[in-house]
């Protein structure tokens, strides 16, 4: 009997070894995936907003240069009400 509890025993540390090195193969196929995956996407060439205009290319596309340059806002917070704008609209503006 003494053999067959030594035989028990020896068989529950395979089981244990194998299950520990099942998971640590599981942990690293795992990671190797997740870096091939954030590699690849850092390799991709940024893609840039569609549907929105540059002030200059619109300007020299209908000839207004002066205009839409001059109409650009310097302030965007200011513009999205985020923030109060820095300068009066009145005091920059031509007197008539």
Do not use: C, H
Request: proline content about 6%; cysteine-free.
């Amino acid at each position: 009997m003494a053999m067959k509890a030594a035989d028990r025993d020896q068989g529950e540390r395979v089981q244990r070894v194998r299950a520990g090195v099942t998971g640590l193969a599981a942990v690293l196929v795992i990671g190797g995936l997740a870096g091939a995956i954030f590699n690849s996407a850092s390799e991709e060439r940024p893609v840039g907003p569609t549907g929105t205009s540059d002030a200059e290319a619109v300007a020299a596309i209908t000839g207004n240069t002066a205009t839409a340059i001059e109409t650009t806002p310097n302030e965007p917070l200011a513009e999205l009400g985020v923030a109060p704008a820095t300068t009066n609209e009145s005091a920059v503006a031509a007197p008539k």
